[in-house]
């Protein structure tokens, strides 16, 4: 599939910690970027991040990009009970055409 | 900010009934979009409309048509649901078609009975 994979499926940590997950991706991009959606919800920008960049930081969320390794993460620092959501990456490809992955789950236990 | 309205949030239709689907963004996006999203299947693009009269087929178009007679409107039409649409409908909108970020509605969970 062009989307990719999303691990974790599921991750559950204590408030306080850090999250970290991760997106691949089969063929080239232009972008990536990460959504979070709330249970029943809309999806909600988070940041994107170019094929020519390498990280990005916005607030406690940092994002990596390997583009060798095809390959990005997300990491939100000192993680609070309200960051429990999933978590989606979506792709840009060359042709420009937009793909979601299948999504991380993320439980912060206050 | 921007804002996505779905017409409804919860609709319980039976087999063989019309659905319509409703999306309004007030940001004078050129592109919109509809998708499904399912368990374990993440988000499916169903179409997307580039123009007004515009529509493009995404990767799950079948049981599906859309209307897009005004720039702020997007309607995705079930002709005769079945209970395999049962699923939770977004609607997204974005300034360029996949350069720029989608800005999406809170959604629209659909049960066919």
């Known amino acids: 599939s062009q989307q990719g994979e999303e691990d974790p499926q599921a991750l559950s940590i204590q408030e306080g910690e850090n999250a970290t997950m991760n997106c691949s991706y089969k063929t080239s991009i232009n972008n990536l970027q990460w959504y979070r959606q709330n249970s029943g919800r809309g999806l909600v920008h988070l940041i994107l991040?170019?094929?020519?960049?390498r990280e990005k930081h916005s607030g406690r969320l940092r994002v990596t990009l390997d583009t060798s390794k095809k390959s990005s993460s997300l990491l939100i620092t000192a993680s609070r009970a309200a960051d429990t959501a999933s978590y989606f990456c979506?792709?840009?490809?060359?042709?420009?055409?937009?793909?979601f992955g299948t999504g991380t789950s993320l439980t912060v236990i206050p | 900010d921007v804002k996505v309205t779905q017409s409804s949030r919860y609709l319980v239709k039976r087999t063989g009934e019309k659905v319509f689907l409703e999306c309004v963004q007030d940001?004078?996006?050129?592109?919109m979009f509809w998708y499904r999203q399912d368990p374990g299947l993440g988000l499916r693009l169903i179409y997307f409309s580039y123009d007004v009269k515009m529509k493009e087929k995404g990767d799950i178009p079948e049981g599906y048509s859309v209307s897009r007679e005004k720039k702020e409107r997007f309607s995705l039409i079930l002709e005769s649901a079945s209970t395999n649409q049962t699923s939770m409908y977004l609607c997204?909108?974005?300034?360029?078609?996949?350069?720029?970020?989608?800005?999406f509605g809170p959604g629209t969970r659909l049960t066919v009975l």
């Open positions: 997204a909108s974005s300034s360029s078609p996949a350069l720029n970020t989608q800005y």
């Open positions: 940001m004078d996006h050129e592109n």
């Open positions: 991040i170019r094929s020519n960049e």
């Open positions: 979506a792709k840009t490809n060359t042709g420009n055409q937009f793909y």
